[in-house]
């Protein structure tokens, strides 16, 4: 993988138009299928409403969104109605976030997050634009990805070096399984799947995880009994490879890899 913007493109200038060229057509030139390994993926023809990219070998689609700076906690996406309306759907894309340097004309990051990471708690809604806008009335969204998991976000490239192919796959492959569930199941394995990162240890008690009982209750008020649904969450995880149970009551993640 070449992290360098080809020279016979447009010249760079000031406009975001013209880094979108930029980064569209590195993403068309470098960038393989993370879902299936297929050496490059395809632009769709312009003005697809909410996917850039698509696998013609396994048909996953990518939304692209790229910027000079890292991407913060929320990222600025489209139509909130659109977003919400489309989690549900198969052909729901995932999102690749690019971050390049400007004055090197190259990449610095490209992270991935999986469709499957998208529930209806990661997509906030905005403001509507004011009366004065051109799009008045119109209502955007941000993506929160402080509240996707660390297992939810996969670096093809970062700090301006490319990751092992094999590993990239692997991380992807590894919570292929959430794609069988349906949005509220997805949700809470999820919330428990970063209460998990937010213990920070590979190892940890039934007790670290009952520790977010309260959390997750104030998440999920409707439900009167977290402590066993968490426990299924567990052995969920544990079934589909996600961490093991090493003794009664305690877990071991499993590698990432
Ligand atoms: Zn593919």
Redesign the pocket.
Known sequence: MKLGFEETQLPYTSGTQNARVWTERWVRDQVY?P??G?AKINSFPNNSPLADFF?A??R?EFELKSGKRTFGPKVVDGAFRTKCDRLAASNNPSLFLLNYDRKQLSVVNLMVVPKHFFVRKIIEERKPLAPTARRAGWIGSYILLNQVPSSGKIFLVRDGQPQPKEAVLAQWRKTLFLREEGLEVRGWLIEVMKCVETIGRPEFSIDDIYAFESHLSRLYPDNQNVKPKILQQLQYLRDRGYLEFVSRGSYRLLSRI
Do not use: I, Y
Request: hydrophobic share 25%; net charge negative; glycine share 0%.
């Open positions: 299928c879902n299936c297929a696998c070998l396994c996953e």
